[in-house]
């Protein structure tokens, strides 16, 4: 048997409650002792009348865009089995992954799971005038539809979740840091980096020290560098599975930093 890397790390899983066991369940595969303390939480930010009014319209939208899996398990199951959709895209093979449990598929997901590559690939798509609904959450940042009416679309934007604050580990993160019991954290996304830095306040420097941080991808990653984090991975295959691969490889580097600025 292959050796496992991650044998023995405890690992910080800091997503919503709502993704943290499959992340969890993949990283007890590779050997790591996932510990769940959810910085963030997932709440609903549309009322259901909302995004039904939204679905009636579909026919209207030449494209329909969505960026991640939160926003699929929000808006889909408005989705009749039945429904003629516009064609869809994607971010990421989460979102499409979730998409899927729907019976749909994407008719384009670019190859680098970020805002600006899906802009760049979906732009010359699109003819003066088509209209496009990207369907979000509350911190979705703007470049995606601001990229797309630059092209000439049309974009109508729909806030189905937000993303909040989870408070409710601070301690027992606290105790674990100070007793020296967690050896990587896992940031995946700029409001989980956000909330930590909230969470331990003045402290952080002094909490951190020794901690190995992972970052899902480059946005996060300055994120928390902007907030004095030092990131010492950060994975090219920006999902789940690609931030375990870059643990496992960090670690059996061991120490040098791995994906971070090559």
Known sequence: MAERRLAGKAVLVTRGKEQATSFSAKLRAAGAMPVEIPLISIRPAAAPEDIAAAVERLHDYRWLVLTSANAVRFFCPYLPPSSLVPDIAVVGRQTAAALAEFGFSPALMPDDFTAERLAAVL?????????????????????????????????????????????????????????????????????????????????????????????????????????????HICPIDYTADGMIKAMEQYFSMEGRSYGVDI
């Open 123 to 231: 732009a010359p798509r699109l003819r003066q005038g088509d209209r496009v609904l990207f369907v979000k959450g509350d911190l979705a940042r703007p470049t995606l539809p601001e990229a797309l009416r630059k092209a000439g679309a049309l974009v109508d934007e729909l806030t189905v979740y937000r993303t909040v604050p989870d408070a409710s580990g601070r301690e027992r993160l606290l105790a674990l840091l100070c007793e020296r019991k967690i050896d990587v954290i896992t940031l995946m996304s700029p409001s989980t980096v956000h909330s930590l830095v909230h969470l331990l306040g003045g402290e952080m420097p002094a909490l951190l020290e020794g901690v190995t941080i992972a970052c899902i991808g480059p946005v996060t990653k300055k994120a928390a560098e902007r907030e004095g984090i030092t990131v």
